[in-house]
């Protein structure tokens, strides 16, 4: 099992970067895939961008390629996500996740295990 802790949220202007981490327990975090997801008012949970075990392949949604990238430290036992050139439309509360499987998924209900989330607001 795994708890993640996440951390980094905050209010922030439009353009503006961002870097969010997510703090892992226990020494089997190599085995777990982990991804992040945020999650809007009035919104469903949307997918934002996943990694592998090892941090070799990612896979990120299309409304943020080019803006945000995930990355992870195992020696950490630490999940990234660094934002840059933040819109409105980016505010959300923000979770990481993991998976019992070392290959990455864009699916949230793949991942079984979840963090309490972190809030994000970009102003215009």
């Known amino acids: 099992q795994v708890q993640l802790v996440e951390s980094g949220g905050g209010l922030v202007q439009a353009g503006g970067s961002l870097r969010l981490s997510c703090a892992a327990s226990g020494r089997t975090f190599t085995t777990y895939a982990t991804g992040w997801f945020r999650q809007a008012p009035g919104k469903e949970r949307e997918f934002v961008a996943a990694i592998n075990w090892s941090g070799g392949d990612t896979n990120t949604a299309d409304s943020v390629k080019g803006r945000f990238t995930i990355s992870r430290d195992n020696a950490k036992n630490t999940l990234y996500l660094q934002m840059n050139t933040l819109k409105p439309e980016d505010t959300a509360v923000y979770y990481c996740?993991?998976?019992?499987?070392?290959?990455?998924?864009?699916?949230?209900?793949?991942?079984?295990?979840w963090g309490q989330g972190t809030q994000v607001t970009v102003s215009s």
């Open positions: 996740a993991a998976r019992r499987s070392r290959w990455l998924s864009p699916v949230g209900l793949q991942y079984e295990y």
